[in-house]
Nanobody
Framework: QVQLVESGGGLVQAGGSLRLSCAAS????????MGWFRQAPGKERGFVAAISFSSTTYYADSVKGRFTISRDNAKNTVYLQMNSLKPEDTAVYYC???????????????WGQGTQVTVSS
């Protein structure tokens, strides 16, 4: 079993930055593939970014060049650095985990509770 706790969400103006964190426990973090997803009101949850156990990264086209996913195995934490934020980035952001691999289409086994990100225009 893996427990995931997100933090770092909040209210920011368009063009601003936020860094989300996801702390994992319950399994060797270095063996996990990690992902970030988001769900805006009235929309389905969608892929944002992912990083495999070997630090291969994946991004949705809508965030490439603005968001950066990274991991710190010593701190059992994955980060999502979000720059040049837009109002359309407003959503609840969820952290997800699974064994080893990561990516936009793989099935994740564990999910956090989510953190709200609101970008004002």
């Amino acid at each position: 079993q893996v427990q995931l706790v997100e933090s770092g969400g909040g209210l920011v103006q368009a063009g601003g930055s936020l860094r989300l964190s996801c702390a994992a426990s319950g399994r060797t973090f270095s063996s996990l593939g990690m992902g970030w997803f988001r769900q805006a009101p009235g929309k389905e949850r969608g892929f944002v970014a992912a990083i495999s156990f070997s630090s291969t990264t994946y991004y949705a086209d809508s965030v490439k060049g603005r968001f950066t996913i990274s991991r710190d195995n010593a701190k059992n934490t994955v980060y999502l650095q979000m720059n040049s934020l837009k109002p359309e980035d407003t959503a609840v952001y969820y952290c997800a985990a699974r064994a080893l691999v990561a990516g936009p289409t793989v099935k994740y086994d564990y999910w956090g509770q989510g953190t709200q990100v609101t970008v004002s225009s």
